[in-house]
């Protein structure tokens, strides 16, 4: 029969392997941003808010704070990472008002978390409290990452077309939040499974919200297409009929 322990164990090696996934998806926007070498329009507040998520579940995973949970750092450190690189790019195309503005931010992130960390480490002598501490903001943090895509999916029910909640995108939120909630279950942890439960959750809904939209926004996409070639049909007849040679 299979130990808890292997099934919490391998919950989390595929869990870490969706994550880096989930958070490299990003990575064409950037490429994006480099070939242009401009952030355009893009905000940097998704990426500041993931590296501060990331941050506290790092320190969450920590033996010192709720032990046996290493899985919980390795993936939230490699995300960490990739998401520094990010701001890093950002603040190489940004101009500089706000290449100082996404500093700013970035510096008060390292304060605050250096503030709670230092306070857990100093203050708080046991791990109990230690998890419950950081457990409870990365909670609350992980929940208001999993609740941005919810303005997304208003706007599918609003336009009905997935045009803009990529399918991809959508399944690895849900894969995501599945495994570390059923991780989460190995044994029992609140501050993972109520944020990734939620997170499972919406990412059925758009999964749902997906496959109700999927035939419309192809045939809005057709129709979108079809557009051009019907000016250039009408345009056609009309230019050959002035005598004008010009295809423009």
Not at 80 to 87: D, F, Q, T
Not at 104 to 124: C, D, N, P, Q, R
């Amino acid at each position: 029969m299979v130990s808890e322990e292997t099934v919490r164990t391998t919950l989390g090696v595929v869990g870490n392997v969706i994550s880096v996934i989930l958070f490299l998806s990003t990575v064409p926007t950037f490429y994006r941003i480099w070939k242009k070498g401009s952030v355009e329009q893009y905000s940097p507040v998704p990426y500041l808010a993931a590296v501060f998520n990331c941050g506290l579940w790092v320190l969450y995973g920590m033996p010192f704070v709720h032990p046996n949970s290493l899985l919980v750092s390795t993936t939230n450190g490699a995300g960490a990472v990739i998401e520094l690189g990010y701001l890093v790019i950002f603040l190489m195309y940004s101009d500089t008002r706000k290449r100082l503005r996404v500093a700013l931010m970035m510096l008060l992130e390292v304060l605050v978390y250096g503030g709670l960390a230092i306070f857990v480490l100093t203050v708080v002598h046991t791990t109990h409290m230690r998890s419950n501490i950081v457990g409870g903001i990365g909670a609350a943090a992980n929940i208001l990452m999993y609740a941005s895509p919810l303005s997304v999916m208003k706007l599918v029910i609003t336009t009905k077309s997935v045009e803009y909640m990529p399918f991809l995108l959508s399944l690895f939120c849900f894969s995501n939040g599945l495994c570390w909630f059923l991780y989460a279950l190995f044994p029992f942890d609140p501050f993972m499974a109520i944020p990734n439960g939620t997170g499972a959750l919406l990412g059925i809904i758009q999964l749902i919200l997906y496959a109700t939209f999927y035939k419309s926004t192809k045939r809005m996409l057709a129709a979108r297409k079809e557009k051009p070639d019907l000016g250039l049909a009408v345009m056609g007849p009309s230019t050959m009929h002035n005598g004008n040679a010009n295809s423009a």
